[in-house]
């Protein structure tokens, strides 16, 4: 069992809520070109871009949604693809590597969703200091992930998760702001 309340997810598949993909294309400027998502499980956060007016699209290791997505994992999907901007909820444990794999393939930005926590560590302070990281959008409420393709239903989140936003061209420190329920604060 996981800090979360959940037992661990295969491929660490967790659904993000739509109020928080809409709560960063509220909070960004404008997405110009494509946006990848390259983890899109469900498609949850290309629909939210698709509903905001933005030109997305979507892969996935594993065909999650019957055929809508191609199954492609991310390190071939940025080249194929070439987005001008990656937008995504990674698997933890890959979000370092994505990161850098989508920086390597995009021109604009890289917003991905992460536990709060990924600021920690000697090491990743080392990473942060080589990468354009511009924006942290924190969650103020916290994000219910339930396991993707089960019935479990989000409740209560228990994690602090933000928005982590990485700019070509990016100097200076990373600005922090708020996210509520969808708006920024």
Known sequence: MKASGFVR???DWYVEPAWCVDALVR????????VLDPCCGGGNIVGR????????????????????FPVIGFDDALPL????????????????????????CTQDR?????????????KRRDWFENVPLARVWVCSRRVSMPP??????PSGGAIAYAWFVFE???????VVGFLADGETT
């Open 81 to 104: 693809f070439r987005p001008a901007s990656v937008v995504s909820n990674p698997p933890y444990g890959r979000a370092q590597d994505m990161i850098d794999r989508s920086l390597e």
């Open 110 to 122: 890289v917003c991905v969703l992460l536990r709060l926590a990924f600021l920690e560590g000697q």
């Open 168 to 174: 070509h061209g990016w100097r200076g420190q990373p």
């Open 49 to 68: 871009l698709e509903a905001a007016g933005v030109a997305a699209i979507g892969s996935d290791l594993r065909d999650r949604t019957e055929g809508s």
């Open 9 to 11: 997810q295969a491929d």
């Open 27 to 34: 909070a960004e400027r404008p997405f110009v070109g494509s």
């Open 148 to 153: 993707g393709g089960t019935e479990v239903k």
